[in-house]
Each structure stands twice: as structure tokens, then as C-alpha cells.
């Protein structure tokens, strides 16, 4: 592992360079495919590109003190760690990876969602304190399930690094740890049925509903990244082992679509759950995957 | 003209992100603000989003004819809209008040409180009007993009006085 790997890994492929342009793409797929789902014609290709050229060049109105300070700085700290998490995917077979990050992978997607409730508070608007506790509850409910799935792969082959896991070969727990790492996602991804956080004219805009312009971009982009991120490590855990990096790269994008269509299916087929709902499903239904998941992960540690 | 100018025209015109506010309207106008947005119109082709919160949008559209009691949340909303930013007034009671002209419970028309850029008559218009009037608004604000920096924008003109000055007077006819 060298300097030019890491740094190729997180500028290029899968990182900033890789990861920017396919943000918006899937921002775009979610639209335009939701869109076909209700017969519309939908958003044109470069939809999400057009909504941050003009958020750039919108006008930020002058916030005095420390808060205002803090409201700039969150979507920047967002889009930060997201595009971490992109970065460290182990898409191509390069040994750039190190033991336990998948623990650095896990706490970077955790950081946009953490700086969101911030951002809420700091924003001292009703609507985004509101959003930002609802986000905070949501966040504790579905964790349980999210990391005890990625906890179960870890240790039933007893490493903690994404190239290890990525390389060994599934069983049947694998896919139900991706399963129960799928049903956490639309709470991830703020979509439908688990909407609460943003939920649109319910709440306003939750978190959001004070930032303006280029902090509502960057936000936008934090969303895409984080979009990029979480269907990655699904499509990480599911892709089977490829040498050749363009064909391994081209597995990995088109089965991150496939997550991203799915999860827009989910979301185009059900309406909001109330806060108590959400956090039942989480708490009742998925928790029996994990069970299932964590238990037999440990009983095939036993085995070996 | 620089090429950030450019994309930021462009991406003006694509984007228009709408906020609705009602200022005493019956309902008409805001049933068919929301069918523009349904699969049969589909304004999302557009690029329109309606957006939850007025800090996020670019166009406020406006209906109803002003009421004092809706003056002072519409300045606040009016003012909450980050620059530079458009006005379209949807159905006739937000241009000329319409036959509730006179009324000592009015403060409109509209164009008394604050710059309209862009008016949609009816009672109500068609989605098909509101969306014609709403890329309208968005070329409007690609256009100030030109020629102006977005802290300049903050005046925005009148675009259809004249539609606007026919309408009350047919209004005042009946």
C-alpha cells in the first residue's frame, strides 16, 4: 500500500472524481425512475447538475456569530466524510485497504447523518429541531439492525477489513446480512416508508429548512454521496470476485443501480410510517434477521 | 459572457424550484398548482420542484387576493427567499383581486406589496397556463443572470404591466 494507491483510491476511483458525477446520477435515476413508476416523463439527464449550479449561485444571507459559522461549515463536513466512504470501497482489487476499515467505513457513513442532526439544531429553526430529533431517534432504531448485519459478515470471516470481506466467498448469512442491511437503507437514505427525517410540507424541509444556496448544494451532494456510499457496500458485499478492474468496476456500478432502483421501488410503493411505526419495524421485525444473521455467523465461527 | 455565467443561466432556467403561498385564495388556484405537478402535466420534466421550505426556492408562486391578514406572512415569505429570486401571481385575484375587488378586507392586488414578475390569469388558469408561466419565470431569472451578479438582482422589473392593467380593467368593466 502506497501513497499513489491511496491517493488514486480516494481523488479517482471510487473516490471524488468517481464519486461526484455518479452522486448525481443516482440522484437522477431515483427521480427519473420514480418518476416512470407514477407515468410521468420525469427530470431530464442532468437534473441534479442544473439544481447545484444554481444553489452555487444563489445568495446566502449574512449569518452573524458562531452558528452561522457552524451552518456553513456542516454541509462542507458532510460532503467530506462522504466522499470518505466512497473512497474506501474496495471496488478494485489494488491491497490499498488496512485491517478495520471497515469500522472507518461504518463511522464515515454514520458522519453526514450525525452532522444533519447537528445541522438541524444550529439552524434554531422549529422545523429543523424537529426533523433533527426525529433523525436522531431514526438513527438509533435502525443502527442496531445496520451494524449487527455488518458485525455478523465481520465475524464470520473473522476480519474487519472491506478487501478481506470483499474477497471471501458469500454464504447464505452474507445475503442475510445484505438483506437486512437493505431494509436499513431507505431509513439511511431518508426515502420512503422511513421519510420522517425530511418529511417534505409535513415538517418543512426538516434539518435543512433554514440552509440556503451553497449550503443546501453541498447538502444535496452530502445526500448523493451518501446515496453512492451505502448502495456501494451493498454492491461490495454482493459482487462476486473479479481480477480485471474495469470489468470489476462496471459490476460494481451496475449493481449499485440495481440497489438504487430497488430502494426507488420501495419508496414510489409505500407512504410515511409515523415515528412510533418506524421504530417498531426496526426494533420487532428486522431485528429477527439479525438474529438469524449474528447467531448463525456465530455458530460457523465455532464450526471453524 | 464568462462560462460561469453561462452554466449559471443554464442551470437557472433548468431549475426553477417553486414555493406556494396562499394569501386567501379559495382553494382553486392551489388544486390546480398541485394538478401541474400530478403525471398529467408532469412539471417535474421541467426541472419544477415544489419545494417545502421558502428558503429553498427560486419562484414564489402567489395566489390569492392579498388579504390583510396574509400581507405580513407574505412579506416574511417574500423576504425568506434567498436572491435573486421571481414573483408569479397565479389566477386573477392576486393581479387584479377579481370580484372580491373593493373589499375592505383586502390589501391586494399583489403589485401594491411587492414586484411581480410574471401573471397567470384565470379563475383558475390552467396547469398548463401555470407551468407556461412558471418556465416564463425561470427564463426571467436566467436572463437577470446575464447581466447581473445575484447580489445586484434584488429589484426584479414588472414584466406584463400591460396584461396586468388590461385585466383590471376588464374586471372593473363587469
Redesign the interface.
Known sequence: MNLSTILSRFLVFPGLLFAVPAAWFYLWVE?KAM?KM???????F??PF?????L??????ARPGFSGFLMKMWPIFSVAAAAGACGLLPVIQSGAGFNGDLILLLSLLEVPSMFLIAAGFSSRSL?GEIGSAREATMNVAYNIVFLMAVIGIAVSQQTFSLQALAQSHGSILRWVAVLAILVCLPAKLHMNPFSLTNA??EI??GP??????AE?AMFELAHGLEWVAATGLVAVLMAPMIANPSAAAAVFVALSLLVVLVLTGIAAGTARLAIDSSVRFYGQCALILIVIGVSSALLMRMKL | MSLWKKLLCLGRRKSPWLFHMNSGSCNGCDIELIAALTPRYDAEQLGVKLEPSPRHADIICISGPVTHTALKALKTVYGQVPNPKAVVAIGSCPASTNVFIDSRVLAGPLDKHIPVDVYVPGCPPRPDAILQGVAKAAQILAERAEVESAAEAKQPQVVTQAQQTNETAEVKAQ
Not at chain 1, 407514477?38 to 431530464?44: D, Y
Not at chain 1, 442544473?50 to 444554481?54: Q, V
Not at chain 1, 452555487?56 to 444571507?61: D, I, L, S
Open positions: 427521480r418518476a407514477q407515468r410521468r416523463i420525469g427530470p431530464p442532468m437534473q442544473f439544481d447545484f449550479l444554481k452555487m449561485g444563489k445568495e446566502v444571507p422545523w417534505e410540507q418543512y424541509a435543512t429548512t433554514e440552509y440556503v444556496g443546501l
